[in-house]
């Protein structure tokens, strides 16, 4: 099982890294105030009306780095610091999140798919708990071919992972192209300089590669409970 352990212990380093250096930058852009003095709602709320958007309501949430779309209640969901403040970090934030209630209102189909693979994922996130617990108990010895208990939590574990690492997939492309639809809507409308949309795109690229973490981490997971089946010894 040393296996296991060494890439939960290599992702979690990696995603320690981009962590970090996510918030670092997001510090560092929030001092890069916007010359239009626009506020993050603001930004949201122009970027949702330019698109002809108007079931969508914007509020702020709790937490820091916590925003979010909801497309169940049509909701985009802003942090403090980004529903208030006005520098190219907020502005960034906020036009992503309007990114993906476009995404919604043009029925963007990778979005389609992620929502309706979630009630899956939720599901194999609580077998995966289950099945790391029995695993951790019982260690290795219970994968080896004769014991039939050990071979079903280790198809139940790759049946979970499949799910979780087609979400992580899925993902990227949702997260890349509600960056992109941010990225051109501010630069095409004059919402920031030159100098504040290399700070924006700056900010969401290092937003983005926390997804490719998780998803690097999930195929990794995937590959090594693969690998023990395929590899089981008698």
Same mark, same amino acid.
């Given at each position: 099982m040393s296996?296991?352990?060494i890439i939960a212990i290599v992702v979690m380093l990696v995603s320690m890294f981009v962590s970090n250096r996510l918030k670092?930058?997001?510090?560092?852009?929030?001092? !890069?105030?916007?010359?239009? @003095?626009?506020?993050? &709602?603001? /930004? +949201?709320a122009r970027?949702?009306?330019?698109?002809?958007?108007?079931?969508?309501?914007?509020?702020?949430?709790?937490?820091?780095?916590?925003?979010?779309?909801n497309p169940l209640d049509k909701t985009?969901?802003?942090?403090?610091? !980004?529903?208030?403040?006005? @520098?190219?970090?907020? &502005?960034? /934030? +906020?036009?992503?999140e309007c990114g993906h209630a476009i995404q919604h209102a043009e029925a963007y189909a990778w979005l389609g798919l992620r929502s309706k693979l979630v009630p899956a994922v939720n599901v194999s996130a609580r077998?995966?708990?289950?099945?790391?617990?029995?695993?951790?108990?019982?260690g290795g010895a219970m994968f080896y071919k004769g014991n039939a208990m050990g071979m079903t939590i280790l198809l139940v574990l790759i049946a979970a992972n499949v799910f979780l690492t087609v979400f992580a997939m899925v993902t990227l492309p949702v997260e890349f192209d509600a960056s992109k639809r941010a990225l051109a809507w501010m630069r095409n409308n004059g919402i920031?300089?030159?100098?504040?949309?290399?700070?924006?795109?700056?900010?969401?690229?290092?937003?983005?590669?926390?997804?490719v973490v998780a998803a690097?981490?999930?195929?990794?997971?995937?590959?090594?409970?693969?690998?023990?089946?395929?590899?089981?010894r008698d």
């Amino acid at each position: 099982m040393s296996g296991f352990f060494i890439i939960a212990i290599v992702v979690m380093l990696v995603s320690m890294f981009v962590s970090n250096r996510l918030k670092s930058k997001f510090e560092h852009y929030s001092k !890069v105030r916007l010359q239009n @003095n626009m506020s993050g &709602a603001e /930004v +949201a709320a122009r970027m949702l009306a330019d698109n002809g958007i108007r079931d969508v309501k914007i509020q702020q949430v709790n937490g820091k780095l916590t925003d979010h779309y909801n497309p169940l209640d049509k909701t985009v969901n802003l942090s403090e610091s !980004v529903y208030h403040e006005r @520098n190219a970090a907020a &502005a960034a /934030v +906020a036009a992503h999140e309007c990114g993906h209630a476009i995404q919604h209102a043009e029925a963007y189909a990778w979005l389609g798919l992620r929502s309706k693979l979630v009630p899956a994922v939720n599901v194999s996130a609580r077998v995966m708990q289950f099945a790391n617990m029995i695993m951790l108990v019982a260690g290795g010895a219970m994968f080896y071919k004769g014991n039939a208990m050990g071979m079903t939590i280790l198809l139940v574990l790759i049946a979970a992972n499949v799910f979780l690492t087609v979400f992580a997939m899925v993902t990227l492309p949702v997260e890349f192209d509600a960056s992109k639809r941010a990225l051109a809507w501010m630069r095409n409308n004059g919402i920031v300089t030159s100098q504040e949309y290399e700070g924006s795109k700056d900010s969401l690229k290092w937003a983005a590669m926390t997804y490719v973490v998780a998803a690097m981490g999930a195929l990794a997971n995937l590959m090594y409970f693969l690998s023990i089946f395929l590899g089981r010894r008698d």
